[in-house]
């Protein structure tokens, strides 16, 4: 089954990007689908795509770049596995904002009101919880500090396990 979804790609200094790419080769197995990235709008299937790509365009159209640092590591977890999630102190509810703004009309139904959402970029992904913490910790104890900024929202598919970017709008407001 297809699933959209909507990613926000950040701009990095050169070796922030490294840093974040090499620490996810060695600790997330999901870091093959797709390049560091937030999510704004999480798999969605069964809509209209055409549709949908006009809404995320006209979200785009109505938000400006967004500037973050991200200075903390943390712990996320759902039933199966354990992450270690970069999250921006500047700019974070600027992110959230951009979340609120793509699940407005025709989202709305999608929006999944039983968790918060946190912007975040995944790092790190294992069953073992404790592994995952203890990433987390070593990467707190080392002053975090990674600027960067999102410029663009990205549309991509999921489907039979492969992420596909469909196309991206720039954020012009």
């Known amino acids: ?5 909507t990613l926000a790609y950040p701009t990095l200094r050169p070796a922030d990007a490294g840093f974040i790419e090499e620490f996810r080769r060695q600790h997330d197995g999901q870091q093959r689908l797709a390049k560091a990235h937030f999510t704004v709008a999480f798999g969605c299937a069964g809509l209209d795509e055409q549709a949908y790509l006009r809404h995320v365009e006209e979200v785009a159209r109505s938000q400006a770049p967004i500037a ?3 200075r903390y590591a943390m712990l996320g977890a759902d039933t199966a596995q354990a992450y270690a999630y970069l999250v921006p102190d500047e700019g974070c509810s600027r992110l959230s904002r951009l979340h609120d703004a793509l699940y407005r009309q025709m989202l709305a139904p999608a929006l999944r009101l039983d968790i918060p959402y946190v912007p975040h ?3 790190g992904s294992s069953s073992n919880r404790a592994l995952m913490k203890s990433l987390c910790d070593e990467l707190n104890r080392g002053d975090i500090d990674i600027p960067g ?3 663009r929202l990205t549309v991509a598919a999921l489907e ?3 992420l596909t970017d469909l196309t991206s709008f720039p954020l012009a407001g």
């Open 68 to 70: 973050f640092v991200c």
């Open 121 to 123: 970029i995944t790092i």
């Open 149 to 151: 900024s999102v410029e």
């Open 160 to 162: 039979n396990g492969v």
């Open 1 to 5: 089954m297809k699933k959209i979804f």
